[in-house]
């Protein structure tokens, strides 16, 4: 006979946890449903997938799709990985990822919440569905961050490279804008500044959004590289290199990509005249897939011997 569901310990739910691999309030439930049962416990988790999609957890998940969506003053990016681009084809996962990203308009770019949030209506989280595709799918997946952007007046538009459907690619950008400006003319300039920011990968607006230490480093290398100056002359040379990192990597000093001509500063008091009233550029996010992930390297021999080994198990 079981353990009474008061008398499950903290040890219990550790033994089980180590046993399978299982996250923490898994195993927990598992072991209310069995009565504390350890082994049944097992055998539950088993078939709900989730002791076999923990087995999965260390597989690298680099691949998959970035999630977009703009709904007129709000905007929600999202980025969900899997091990391979084979499973990011797949029309279960492609389903999946549009459904987090729609649900990420509601959680305003929290992370917590977004994987606590009910998943398309039912009473399973984000994050438990998640864990079931994992066990159906065969792969190690997860959400790795989202993003949200909204305006009080104005437009957040989009844009996704590498699209495989609407709203899905391997890149995703969000533009906010803000103005009383003519909404459509605002949305067609946010969408051309949207794919300037994904061609050009801007770190932040101007430089007074760039973090202080990075803006240090870069002065840091023109001091060593200049040593021997005279003082005056360096603080010359630093506020001339200051100049030029704003035009490679802030968004509003950058050449405009429409027409290099211009910077996007003066691109934006372009669409001004267009749109009928002045434009801010409130924020953007730019998702590339799987970027700042460590991703494991193989050499070919290595590989084809590995999948030998798998196929003769």
């Given at each position: 006979?079981?353990?009474?569901m008061?008398?499950?310990?903290?040890?219990?739910?550790?033994?089980?946890?180590?046993?399978t691999?299982?996250?923490?309030?898994?195993?927990?439930?598992?072991?209310k449903?069995?009565d504390?049962n350890l082994?049944?416990?097992?055998d539950?988790?088993?078939k709900?997938g989730?002791?076999?999609?923990?087995?999965?957890?260390?597989?690298?998940?680099a691949?998959?799709?970035?999630?977009l969506?703009?709904k007129?003053?709000?905007?929600?990016?999202?980025?969900?990985n899997?091990?391979?681009?084979?499973?990011?084809r797949?029309?279960?996962?492609q389903?999946?990822?549009?459904?987090?990203?729609?649900?990420a308009?509601?959680?305003?770019?929290?992370?917590?919440k977004?994987?606590?949030a009910p998943?398309?209506?039912?009473?399973e989280t984000?994050?438990?569905?998640?864990?079931?595709?994992?066990a159906?799918?065969g792969?190690?997946?997860g959400?790795?961050?989202?993003g949200?952007?909204?305006?009080?007046e104005?437009?957040?538009?989009?844009?996704?490279?590498?699209?495989?459907?609407d709203?899905?690619?391997?890149?995703?950008t969000l533009?906010?804008?803000?103005?009383?400006?003519?909404?459509?003319?605002?949305?067609?300039?946010?969408?051309?500044?949207?794919?300037?920011?994904?061609?050009t990968?801007p770190?932040?607006?101007?430089?007074a959004?760039v973090?202080?230490?990075?803006l240090?480093?870069?002065?840091?290398?023109?001091r060593?590289?200049?040593?021997?100056?005279p003082?005056?002359?360096?603080?010359?040379?630093?506020?001339?290199?200051?100049k030029?990192?704003?035009?490679e990597?802030?968004?509003l000093?950058?050449?405009?990509?429409?027409?290099?001509?211009?910077?996007v500063?003066?691109?934006?008091?372009?669409?001004?005249?267009v749109a009928?009233?002045?434009?801010?550029v409130a924020?953007?996010?730019?998702y590339?897939?799987?970027?700042?992930?460590e991703k494991?390297?193989?050499?070919?021999?290595a590989?084809?011997a590995?999948t030998?080994a798998?196929?003769?198990?």
């Amino acid at each position: 006979m079981g353990t009474p569901m008061a008398d499950i310990t903290a040890s219990m739910v550790k033994e089980l946890r180590d046993k399978t691999g299982a996250g923490m309030m898994d195993c927990k439930n598992a072991l209310k449903e069995t009565d504390g049962n350890l082994e049944a416990a097992v055998d539950w988790l088993r078939k709900k997938g989730l002791s076999k999609a923990a087995g999965k957890a260390d597989r690298i998940a680099a691949q998959g799709l970035v999630g977009l969506v703009a709904k007129g003053r709000q905007g929600a990016v999202v980025e969900v990985n899997s091990e391979t681009d084979f499973v990011a084809r797949n029309a279960q996962f492609q389903e999946m990822v549009t459904t987090i990203t729609d649900l990420a308009l509601k959680t305003n770019g929290d992370l917590a919440k977004l994987l606590a949030a009910p998943y398309s209506g039912g009473k399973e989280t984000v994050e438990e569905h998640v864990k079931e595709a994992v066990a159906t799918i065969g792969e190690n997946m997860g959400v790795r961050r989202t993003g949200a952007l909204t305006v009080k007046e104005g437009v957040v538009a989009d844009y996704v490279h590498g699209k495989v459907q609407d709203g899905l690619g391997k890149i995703g950008t969000l533009v906010a804008l803000e103005s009383a400006g003519d909404e459509p003319s605002l949305f067609e300039f946010g969408r051309q500044l949207a794919m300037h920011i994904a061609a050009t990968s801007p770190l932040a607006l101007d430089l007074a959004g760039v973090p202080a230490d990075t803006l240090e480093r870069e002065k840091a290398i023109l001091r060593d590289k200049n040593q021997g100056k005279p003082a005056g002359v360096i603080d010359k040379i630093i506020d001339s290199g200051m100049k030029s990192y704003a035009k490679e990597y802030t968004l509003l000093e950058q050449s405009y990509i429409h027409d290099p001509s211009k910077t996007v500063a003066q691109a934006v008091k372009d669409a001004e005249k267009v749109a009928g009233s002045a434009i801010k550029v409130a924020g953007f996010l730019r998702y590339a897939l799987g970027e700042g992930i460590e991703k494991k390297t193989e050499d070919f021999a290595a590989e084809v011997a590995k999948t030998a080994a798998a196929a003769a198990r």
